[in-house]
């Protein structure tokens, strides 16, 4: 393959994120990344995600980190401890994980509404679903319009295996929905400070009620206890939404007639256009698009050397399985199929790719376009919208490579 030498302005980072990012090259051994992270600006791990490997991820604030382009490994299920995290709120007291068995979970809006706890739920019903956890933001730092918030490149993402009860069951234990239900909402088990109107601060997402067919009560991640960075001992999760909608340390799931009154659903993570606020007039962000990224190169400007080049990357469909990956090494003007590697885990988990190639020394520019079994194909363009949600732009994720 020859390089390009179209040279187009591609999309850097704009963020703080970005020289760190550009500067880091392959894992830095434990040792010296420790060492950065001790240093002046760079946040370091907070007490609760203490155990996480922080070579792997860019610490954005205690309550937000991603895991680094280059950090996902080959294999298909994320390994915790490079997982990204984010918190809305501080998270609860890591007391709550100490006697899983006796958290309780509150069902309402069924028939016969009940209280459970972790170790009842134990007993009805075990399930395991693969599937992408990924924030509604990730790529929100790559919108040229800077909208606020954590300003997420590729790894506000993961693929992992939570294990639980399926919600359907709980459904069946109590009597089914009760009539005229539109949505399942559900509560996080965060304190709210008193003093303050708890819907501008509560973590409660609603999604439509036939969801709920594929939810899962999970207790478990990657054969692991839920630990509390994740939302232990008990966290909803709803396989192809986004990140938001699974509610961590849930302590309700309700039917509800109507979706929460909290902010977080009536105001945020809404498709609202640009330079206007979210409210209840735009659509709710709930299910992911069809996406990939190169997860190899993987940073912008890297130098990779001459001949055999393995291109690497990830591929999710979003709601559906994800039928192919074409990667493009000169900006998107020519397209080449792309090889699936390792297992299909489904509809809900990303597939890995790769693309071999010699690469003769010059400049080329790396990306991915995966296509879905509903026939979407990953757009070259982000929709635009006001907070940077959903971005599944192919040429957003695009780096510049110099090959030497
Ligand atoms: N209770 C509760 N659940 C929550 C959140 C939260 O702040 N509180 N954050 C949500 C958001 S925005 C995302 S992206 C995911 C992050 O999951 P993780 O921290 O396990 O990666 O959790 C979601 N569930
Ligand atoms: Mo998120």
């Given at each position: 393959m020859k390089p390009t030498n179209i040279s187009r302005r591609h999309a850097m980072l704009r963020a703080g994120g970005a020289l760190s990012l550009a500067s880091i090259g392959t894992l830095t051994p434990i040792s010296k990344a420790l060492a950065a992270s001790e240093s002046k600006d760079a946040p370091s791990l907070p007490d609760y995600a203490s155990w996480k490997n922080p070579d792997a991820l860019i610490i954005h604030s205690a309550n937000t980190m991603e895991t680094k382009r280059g950090a996902f490994g080959d294999g298909l299920i994320t390994p915790l401890d490079r997982l990204f995290v984010r918190n809305n709120l501080n998270p609860p007291s890591e007391e709550i994980t100490e006697d899983p068995d006796s958290w309780e979970i509150r069902i309402e809006g069924v028939k016969n509404p009940t209280t459970f706890t972790v170790g009842e739920l134990k007993r009805m019903g075990l399930e395991s679903v693969p599937m992408i956890l990924q924030c509604s933001g990730n790529g929100r730092g790559y919108f040229p319009s800077e909208p606020s918030g954590t300003q997420w490149t590729v790894g506000a993402a993961g693929c992992v295996i939570f294990t639980g009860i399926p919600v359907k069951k709980l459904i069946e234990a109590t009597g089914g929905i009760a009539d005229g239900m539109k949505y399942m909402t559900s509560t996080g088990g965060e304190e709210i400070p008193e003093g303050i109107d708890p819907d501008t601060v509560k973590v409660e997402r609603s999604v439509p009620a036939e969801i709920s067919d594929r939810a899962l009560l999970a207790w478990e991640i990657n054969g692991v206890p839920l630990p509390l960075a994740h939302g232990g001992p008990l966290r909803l999760v709803v396989p192809g939404?986004?990140?938001?909608?699974?509610?961590?340390?849930?302590?309700q799931v309700a039917f509800t007639e109507d979706q929460s009154s909290a902010n977080i659903q009536q105001n945020s993570y809404r498709m609202a256009p640009l330079g206007e606020k979210g409210s209840p007039e735009y659509d709710s962000v709930w299910e992911m698009p069809v996406k990939s990224w190169v997860t190899q190169p993987s940073e912008p400007d890297q130098t990779l050397k001459s001949g055999l080049v393995q291109i690497k990357g990830l591929a999710m469909g979003?709601?559906?399985?994800?039928?192919g990956v074409e990667v493009s090494v000169d900006g998107g003007d020519t397209w080449h199929e792309a090889k699936f590697v390792g297992p299909d885990l489904g509809p809900y988990a990303w597939r890995q790719f790769v693309y071999p190639v010699e690469l003769e020394p010059g400049k080329y520019e790396v990306t991915s376009r995966a296509t879905n079994a509903d026939g979407q194909t990953q757009p070259k363009e982000r929709m635009e919208n006001n907070r940077g949600y959903l971005n599944n732009s192919w040429h957003d994720h695009m780096l510049s490579i110099t090959v030497a």
């Open positions: 939404f986004t990140g938001v909608n699974s509610i961590k340390y849930v302590k979003g709601n559906s399985d994800v039928t």
